[in-house]
């Protein structure tokens, strides 16, 4: 069972960027067609999707946060990454990595269902001076 | 965006219990509707997805019902292992969207 691993500074200073990683093994982050995610949750609260990205580069932001976020795809390390910029106290969280699958419906025209069915362990950052 | 409003936001219950958590959105998103499970310091677990497909290996008690904007996660018996914060998130439009949560907890 492929495993995702988040890595990455626990502390980043106020307006500098924060820069994630996050590992994937026993499996290749070229093999499906999954697409791969991060999400966050700050400490008592709910998550947010920030967005996700397929080994081609093709990608979905969040328009909340689109204008700081950048993700990026390694294939040849098997990583995938988050940037966001410009980062404030309200970006401390937990953040997550996840993989994304889909499976069509029998029916034609098919509808297909996204899901985040692997997830890292996450990793805490804090924005703080 | 697509606002996605559980209920309850907490629940106590004993283990044995029929439990149902619901979860609205705030305009239609046909079945693509996914239920996590978080434990305290844990990642989520993805247990139900595409509405009421069960992930592998979660038990079978665990199902799923709804459409369009209404959505239900039922345990038919409830065990130890599942007190813990359940999440909805929806699928059918970005930006992909959660609920709040909901804590079920030991009576």
């Known amino acids: 069972q492929v495993q995702l691993q988040e890595s990455g500074p626990g502390l980043v200073k106020p307006s500098q960027t924060l820069s994630l990683t996050c590992t994937v093994s026993d499996g290749s982050i070229n093999s499906g067609s999954y697409s791969w995610s991060w999400i966050r949750q700050p400490a008592g609260k709910g998550l947010e999707w920030i967005g996700r990205i397929y080994t081609s580069g093709s990608n979905n932001y969040n328009p909340s946060l689109k204008s700081r976020v950048t993700m990026s795809v390694d294939t040849s390390n098997n990583q995938f990454s988050l940037k966001l910029s410009s980062v404030t106290a309200t970006d401390t969280a937990v953040y997550y990595c996840a993989r994304g699958a889909h499976y069509a419906s029998g029916s034609y025209p098919p509808i297909y269902y996204y899901y985040m069915d692997v997830w890292g362990k996450g990793t805490t950052v804090t924005v703080s001076s | ?107």
């Open chain 2, 1 to 107: 965006d697509i606002q996605m409003t559980q209920s309850p936001s907490s629940l106590s219950a004993s283990e044995g219990d029929r439990v149902t958590i619901t979860c609205r959105a705030s305009q239609s998103i046909g079945r693509n509707l996914n239920w996590y499970q978080q434990k305290p310091g844990k990642a989520p677990k993805l247990l139900m997805y595409g509405t009421s497909s069960l992930q592998g290996g979660v038990p079978s008690r665990f199902s799923g019902s709804g459409s369009g904007t209404d959505f239900t996660l039922t345990i038919s018996s409830l065990q130890p292992e599942d007190f813990a914060t359940y999440h909805c998130q929806q699928s059918d439009r970005f930006p992909w969207t959660f609920g709040q949560g909901t804590k079920v907890e030991i009576k």
